[in-house]
């Protein structure tokens, strides 16, 4: 018979086996929920997916965790590392403040409804961002970077990128040659600076996002435009010299081609030579064809051309400088401002044109054909009048001797 001591011993072993094993149970059975419970539980995440957007409300935040209410979705969670990574976003919420957050699980170990607050809020710009694309919206944001291929933007904290081919007229760097540091010395010259630009790229997944500004400069140029008209007299700043003219800046938005031909009324052949970069500039509106606009300083200028119309009459015998050679013939000036051409017929070839003439040397030539209003003038070797007994075609030609210039030997080109 055992005593007392003993049975007592063996009586708690036993009671603690018993609750041990109670305890099993219950947790099984926690576990293996009955399959209506379950159902009734995720009725309202049926439709709903890891990576969705819930909406909700703030129910509390209790020790590093912020508790959602789903409504019939359920209760969903930020904890962990999501509550920390979200911190600047949840230090500010409180009881009743809606949210939305991407759901990460629909079911975990606590029942709850798991979610992220971060990758929820990058979500909502990405789906954002394809609404400004889908609509063509405009959007003002300030440029940060630079590079040699265009300028780089933040939206929403979202890092995007707007190439240099997608800049507009007025900030689209001009430079000869396309030298790279060059141009990226121009694109650097707008950090800093608000554009208005139109979403027209957005990928998320490859976390690209590709800005333009062409589209909003055409607008706001349509605009602009529509308070002139040809004719009109504008002052500018010359914002590029290439080589087939001068691009002029005037009313802040709006750019007119200065063309090579539009410059002067004598022959320019390098426009560089004439305009730089920064110059400031009185030019004459001469044509508007849909958003391109083209400007003339010597239209503001008087046509030496009419004066010459009473002056100089076909047949009539001048002085003119040689002032350069071409495919097709050679340029004599017979005035300032005024010149003529020699065919390369009167020379037969072009060895031949230039074995007999010089630039900068003056000879005398004749008027062949005279047209003012074209500023036109065909030039030709004045001879001569051969004598009856000794005209022939020997005696007629062109020679060195014939074309002696006035200068003292000029050099040949």
Same mark, same amino acid.
């Given at each position: 018979?055992?005593?007392?001591?003993?049975?007592?011993?063996?009586?708690?072993?036993?009671?603690?086996?018993?609750?041990?094993?109670?305890?099993?149970?219950?947790?099984?059975?926690?576990?293996?929920?009955?399959?209506?419970?379950?159902?009734?539980?995720?009725?309202?995440?049926?439709?709903?997916?890891?990576?969705?957007?819930?909406?909700?409300?703030?129910?509390?935040?209790?020790?590093?965790?912020?508790?959602?209410?789903?409504?019939?979705?359920?209760?969903?969670?930020?904890?962990?590392?999501?509550?920390?990574?979200?911190?600047?976003?949840?230090?500010?919420?409180?009881?009743?403040?809606?949210?939305?957050?991407?759901?990460?699980?629909?079911?975990?170990?606590?029942?709850?409804?798991?979610?992220?607050?971060?990758?929820?809020?990058?979500?909502?710009?990405?789906?954002?961002?394809?609404?400004?694309?889908?609509?063509?919206?405009?959007?003002?944001?300030?440029?940060?970077?630079?590079?040699?291929?265009?300028?780089?933007?933040?939206?929403?904290?979202?890092?995007?990128?707007?190439?240099?081919?997608?800049?507009?007229?007025?900030?689209?760097?001009?430079?000869?040659?396309?030298?790279?540091?060059?141009?990226?010395?121009?694109?650097?010259?707008?950090?800093?600076?608000?554009?208005?630009?139109?979403?027209?790229?957005?990928?998320?997944?490859?976390?690209?996002?590709?800005?333009?500004?062409?589209?909003?400069?055409?607008?706001?140029?349509?605009?602009?435009?529509?308070?002139?008209?040809?004719?009109?007299?504008?002052?500018?700043? +010359? @914002?590029?010299?290439?080589? *087939? /003219? &001068? =691009?002029?800046?005037?009313?802040?938005?709006?750019? #007119? %081609?200065? $063309?090579? !031909?539009?410059?002067?009324?004598?022959?320019?052949?390098?426009?560089?030579?004439?305009?730089?970069?920064?110059?400031?500039?009185?030019?004459?509106?001469?044509?508007?064809?849909?958003?391109?606009?083209?400007?003339?300083?010597?239209?503001?200028?008087?046509?030496?051309?009419?004066?010459?119309?009473?002056?100089?009459?076909?047949?009539?015998?001048?002085?003119?400088? +040689? @002032?350069?050679?071409?495919? *097709? /013939? &050679? =340029?004599?000036?017979?005035?300032?401002?005024?010149? #003529? %051409?020699? $065919?390369? !017929?009167?020379?037969?070839?072009?060895?031949?044109?230039?074995?007999?003439?010089?630039?900068?040397?003056?000879?005398?030539?004749?008027?062949?054909?005279?047209?003012?209003?074209?500023?036109?003038?065909?030039?030709?070797?004045?001879?001569?009048?051969?004598?009856?007994?000794?005209?022939?075609?020997?005696?007629?030609?062109?020679?060195?001797?014939?074309?002696?210039?006035?200068?003292?030997?000029?050099?040949?080109?």
């Amino acid at each position: 018979m055992r005593d007392a001591q003993e049975m007592t011993s063996e009586d708690t072993a036993g009671g603690q086996a018993t609750v041990a094993r109670d305890t099993a149970i219950a947790a099984a059975a926690l576990r293996a929920r009955h399959p209506m419970e379950i159902l009734l539980k995720n009725a309202g995440t049926a439709f709903l997916k890891p990576g969705d957007i819930a909406e909700g409300t703030v129910i509390e935040k209790r020790r590093g965790t912020l508790y959602v209410d789903l409504g019939p979705k359920g209760t969903g969670i930020v904890f962990g590392r999501e509550y920390k990574a979200a911190e600047d976003v949840i230090k500010p919420l409180k009881s009743g403040d809606t949210i939305s957050a991407k759901i990460v699980e629909l079911d975990n170990d606590q029942g709850y409804v798991e979610l992220s607050l971060k990758e929820a809020g990058e979500e909502k710009r990405w789906v954002a961002l394809k609404k400004l694309r889908d609509s063509g919206t405009p959007v003002e944001i300030m440029v940060r970077e630079a590079n040699r291929g265009g300028i780089i933007m933040e939206y929403e904290g979202i890092k995007g990128f707007l190439p240099a081919s997608q800049l507009s007229a007025k900030n689209y760097p001009r430079v000869d040659g396309g030298d790279k540091e060059r141009i990226l010395q121009e694109l650097q010259k707008l950090v800093g600076t608000p554009l208005r630009v139109r979403v027209i790229d957005v990928d998320p997944v490859e976390q690209k996002l590709i800005f333009s500004e062409k589209g909003i400069a055409s607008d706001e140029s349509r605009h602009a435009l529509a308070l002139f008209k040809i004719g009109d007299v504008v002052e500018g700043e +010359v @914002t590029g010299v290439v080589d *087939f /003219g &001068a =691009f002029v800046r005037f009313n802040d938005s709006l750019e #007119g %081609l200065i $063309h090579i !031909s539009e410059i002067d009324w004598t022959l320019i052949e390098d426009p560089r030579s004439v305009l730089k970069a920064g110059d400031r500039v009185t030019a004459k509106i001469i044509d508007i064809q849909g958003e391109k606009i083209a400007l003339s300083l010597k239209a503001l200028k008087e046509d030496p051309w009419i004066k010459i119309a009473e002056k100089y009459h076909r047949g009539d015998a001048v002085r003119g400088t +040689v @002032t350069r050679f071409t495919s *097709f /013939g &050679a =340029f004599a000036e017979i005035e300032p401002h005024i010149q #003529g %051409l020699l $065919h390369i !017929s009167e020379f037969g070839t072009a060895a031949r044109m230039q074995e007999t003439l010089a630039i900068g040397a003056t000879y005398d030539l004749k008027i062949m054909l005279l047209d003012p209003k074209e500023h036109r003038m065909s030039l030709g070797i004045a001879r001569p009048d051969p004598t009856p007994a000794a005209s022939s075609a020997a005696d007629t030609a062109p020679s060195a001797v014939d074309l002696a210039p006035e200068s003292s030997s000029p050099e040949q080109k």
